[in-house]
């Protein structure tokens, strides 16, 4: 007497995507569920993806690996597979997942497969891009999601198979989108590196970039994808630079100070009277509101201010191998 087949759960978490979710869907409608997880989208993700048949639920945003191991927790079956709204189940991928669950997923607690990335209207063979290896099937009993944020990554308890089909991914409509997650990514490394009691130094800002680049357009052959591939190496090595960069202002962040107030200038709003502007003028007071020790910076203050891309010098961190693992970088997702 045969067992019965095991079922499949896919699972995607989603934020605003509802020019993208459609087509994600429609790649896994032989899937026995289809669950998304939105964070609050203030478009209409949650309801075409519910319109279409996906099971949804509305949870905030705790980071890529928490919410990736919720929607895990929430499939109804104990197969899963794991994909983002920006990604899609080629035909070939489809056919080789489908034997595996007929078979009843034989011998193995979890399967990868290549994710093939386009940027800019073009697929990235080369580049350091493909084929950028995947673990998004799995057996959730004998694995969990792990890694730091944003790179997330499925641990798993046992053995792991590979298949041949790709996972088609667009990780970004356009250029703007690319700098604007390089900017976001790159302020959660930072931060967590920081955290991590982790320090940058003077190889991380100025070599390292330069390697990263030359490893993505000339030993990954990124030159073979025409103006793509020096447009991704260098926001390959620019991903690099960012993260050290603001990593280097983190560690240091103790010693910067608020800016000293001007003559005449009364912190809190109120513009200073005469006779306290000709004081100010003449030094400031040993003890008082304006002087040097009213305007030092404490460590503590720090952590509240945040970098951004354009404005590193302030103190302030503002908050995207491949695609997916390179952090959505210059290169793709990796760190």
């Known amino acids: 007497m045969t067992s019965e087949r095991p079922k499949l759960s896919a699972c995607i978490i989603a934020m605003d995507e509802e020019d993208r979710i459609a087509d994600c869907l429609a790649s896994l409608d032989f899937c026995d569920e289809v669950l998304v997880v939105d964070s609050h989208s203030k478009d209409g993700t949650r309801e075409l993806a519910a319109r279409l048949g996906a099971r949804v639920i509305e949870c905030d945003w705790p980071g890529h690996v ?24 080629s035909p070939e ?107 940058a130094g003077i190889f991380d800002l100025t070599l390292r970039p330069s390697a990263r680049f030359f490893r993505s357009y000339v030993l990954k052959l990124g030159f073979l994808m025409g103006w793509r591939g020096i447009v991704q190496a260098y926001l390959s090595a620019y991903y690099g630079r960012l993260k050290y960069v603001k990593l280097y202002a983190l560690q240091n962040a103790g010693e910067c100070a608020v800016r000293p107030a001007w003559p005449g200038e009364v912190r809190g ?28 910076a404490s460590p503590s203050g720090v952590a509240a201010s945040s970098l951004s891309s354009s404005g590193v010098a302030a103190s302030a961190e503002s908050s995207s191998g491949a695609p997916a693992s390179e952090a959505r970088s210059g290169g793709a997702k990796a760190g």
């Open 269 to 296: 709003g109120a513009p200073a009277s005469p006779a306290s502007g000709r004081a100010a003028a003449n030094g400031p007071e040993r003890d008082g509101a304006s002087g040097p020790r009213a305007s030092a």
């Open 66 to 89: 928490a919410q990736k191991e919720f929607t895990i927790r929430e499939a109804r079956h104990d197969w899963v597979l794991c994909v983002d709204a920006d990604e899609r189940i």
């Open 93 to 199: 991928l489809r056919a080789e997942v489908l034997a595996l669950r007929d078979a009843g997923f034989p011998g193995k607690a979890g399967w990868r497969f290549p994710r093939l990335s386009s940027y800019l209207g073009r697929w990235m063979t080369r580049g350091g891009w493909y084929p950028d290896r995947q673990l998004r099937l799995f057996d959730r009993r004998r694995g969990y999601w792990g890694g730091n944020n944003p790179h997330d990554r499925v641990e798993l308890d046992g053995p792991v198979g590979e298949l041949s089909g790709n996972l088609l991914h667009h990780p970004y409509r356009n250029l703007g989108e690319h700098l604007r997650t390089i900017d976001k990514y790159t302020t959660i490394m930072a931060e967590g590196l920081h955290r991590r009691g982790k320090r």
